[in-house]
């Protein structure tokens, strides 16, 4: 299930063009793997590729919007968000909002052969993203004192809530849990909170419950099993997700992905750029990878997805071919060399 999101047309004898913004930190080098792992598996998929860094220009970035509404869809890195300058927004956070890319969704499973906390996760966290505390809205009214507008809709919360409960029936899953801080935000969070459970009286087949955000991080950590569809405002969101890529390994593993109305976006889940590990060999190329497959997966291009992350899957749990951000000693490079060796077989065995 992907929103309402209509599959983009294939263009040029059954090729998908695909927006590819590689970004800062460790995108780029998590990019050529990318393209690389395609090209061994005959993936029919062109990349424009659009470059945006903490330092384009405006327009750098309206071309990279025009491109990915041209698509339909992109994989992306993420970009610095420099923290400090108040002027300058996140690209991020904007690129979302301008795309209206309202829903994010998360997969959270763990995988047999990584040390994590608990072995059998499987949850999905569902993060409205185009409001809330990201509204960027902020200003000081007087000296020494500063106002951050958190915006919370009718709209918004009733287009997310419905995306949640919508994902659980098409996916077969029995539970949704709003989470929130209507304790404290009792009129923003109080809303979000009263628009889930009107929502979820149209889907009686789904549990419904709801969480503070705060009891929902620790719940996370000692109990998460009780979890199976979560739904949340934006930052609850981001941090939410990532207690849950930490339990599942760390930001190297999970893919993240954006949906709206017209265009889907592809990141891996964390979301942060890996600027002290970039250009070390070092990185896990697995989020990106996973994004990259979640990508072919939206575009219909399922056998390819499948190759791809058997691969990775593979890779992970069967060769133990792991970086050092989930206990292992293989550069990013022996993992990228894995899959490719896995992708040739899989292709020399027929099994696609
Ligand atoms: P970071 O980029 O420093 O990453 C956190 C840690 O994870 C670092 O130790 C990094 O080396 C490691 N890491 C990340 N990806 C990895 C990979 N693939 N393989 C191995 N290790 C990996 O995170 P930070 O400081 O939170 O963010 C840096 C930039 O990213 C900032 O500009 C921030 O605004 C932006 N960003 C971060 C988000 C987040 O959720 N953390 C969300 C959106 C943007």
Redesign the pocket.
Same mark, same amino acid.
């Given at each position: 299930f992907t929103a309402a999101v209509p599959f983009p047309l294939a263009q040029y004898g059954g090729r998908f063009t695909v927006t590819m913004i590689p970004g800062?930190?460790?995108g780029p080098e998590?990019m050529g793997y990318v393209r690389n792992i395609f090209r061994y598996a005959g993936v029919p998929v062109d990349f424009e590729e659009i470059q945006i860094t903490k330092d384009s220009t405006e327009d750098v970035f309206e071309k990279a919007l025009v491109c990915i509404k041209r698509n339909g869809v992109a994989l992306k890195g993420?970009i610095?968000?420099?923290?400090g300058d108040v002027n300058f927004s996140?690209r991020?956070a904007t690129l979302r909002t301008q795309l209206d890319l309202y829903a994010n969704v998360l997969h959270c499973r763990s995988h047999p052969a990584v040390p994590c906390r608990y072995p059998d996760l499987d949850l999905v966290l569902i993060r409205e993203n185009t409001e809330g505390e990201y509204s960027m809205m902020e200003h000081e009214s007087v000296r020494g004192v500063v106002e951050s507008l958190k915006v919370i809709t009718r709209r918004c919360s009733d287009r997310i809530a419905r995306y949640a409960f919508e994902y659980a029936k098409r996916h077969g899953r029995s539970k949704v849990t709003a989470i929130h801080k209507a304790n404290i935000m009792k009129i923003s969070d109080g809303l979000f909170l009263e628009t889930c459970r009107n929502v979820a009286k149209e889907y009686p087949e789904i549990e419904f419950g709801d969480m503070i955000v705060d009891n929902t991080c620790m719940q996370l950590v000692s109990r998460p099993h009780q979890f199976d569809v979560m739904v949340m405002p934006n930052l609850y969101g981001?941090v939410v997700?990532?207690v849950a890529c930490g339990l599942a390994g760390?930001?190297?593993l999970l893919s993240g992905q954006n949906y709206g109305e017209h265009f889907a976006v592809f990141e891996?889940g #964390?979301?942060?750029?890996?600027?002290?590990?970039a250009g070390l060999n070092?990185?896990?190329?697995v989020?990106?990878l996973n994004a990259a497959c979640d990508m072919l997966n939206h575009l219909g291009l399922t056998q390819h997805a499948t190759l791809i992350s058997d691969a990775i899957n593979k890779t992970i749990n069967e060769d133990l071919v792991h #970086?050092?951000?989930i206990g292992g000693e293989n550069t990013s490079l022996d993992v990228v060399q894995n899959i490719i060796k896995e992708v040739q077989q899989a292709m020399k065995d027929g099994e696609w």
């Open positions: 800062d930190g460790i998590l993420s610095e968000s420099k923290y996140s991020n981001t997700s990532n760390g930001p190297g891996p #964390t979301r942060n750029t890996g600027t002290s590990v070092v990185a896990n190329p989020a990106m #970086t050092a951000d």
